[in-house]
């Protein structure tokens, strides 16, 4: 009887398990970070557990004692998003930028930006005619004076560069893109980087290759004020 009772237990545990599913191990990963002061940063990357619930974007800030999270609000109809770069004016002025992915499955450049009390989500504006793209990186001089660096136009199922390096500003209220020239025929460029000492002067950096390959030169982007001016560099 002992040996039938014990049988029928093991089968009972295997049938209902051993009790509530648990919660998969965090998965996060942090790309870029910004600290107005020493006890206030703040942190941008991704939950990779969040990528398939409509989330993924991840914001991590400190105190000076203790780091907490946050899963910003997420573009209307997206399907998964991303932050890959921050910068903070002041403690309650923050710009993060990245990308989310929309109904369509089309990557779209993205932008969190915090007043001191809420993240609140937008989209860039990019060039007309563009078919989507990311922001890696952003710079703010000020609450209401930021520059923001990606690429558009890219194949995001293909592994190699087939970008175009593209460039965003704002103001406090709303993006306006700037025009970067085209990388030239058979070439793809991106920017990665970007800091602005001043209003009419930012400089970005990236890669310009060619197209479809990881190959390429390292690429410095000028901002006067009007227009960004490109050059390779050494």
Known sequence: MLTIAAAGLIALT?????????????????????????NDCVAVGINENAETSGGGALIQSWTGKTWTSVA????????STDLL??????????????????????????????NGKTWTPGTPARPKGSTGGQLD?????TAKSCVAVGFI????????HTGKAAATAWNGRSWTAATVAAPGKG??????????????ACRAVGQLGPYNSDEGSGLAGFWNGKGWGLRTTP
Do not use: H, I, M
């Open 72 to 79: 910003p609000k997420a573009p209307k109809g997206a399907l």
């Open 14 to 38: 295997a049938t209902l398990g051993a009790g509530p599913a648990k919660a998969p191990p965090p998965a996060n990963q942090l790309y870029g970070v910004s600290c107005p002061s020493a």
């Open 137 to 141: 990186n952003v710079s703010c001089r």
């Open 85 to 114: 770069g921050v910068s903070c004016a002041t403690a309650k002025s923050c710009v993060a930028v990245g990308l989310y992915l929309n109904s369509g499955g089309v990557a779209v450049p993205l932008a969190e930006t915090w």
């Open 187 to 200: 070439k793809a460029s991106l920017f990665n980087e970007v800091s602005c000492p001043a209003a009419a």
């Open 153 to 160: 136009d890219a194949d995001f199922n293909d592994g190699g």
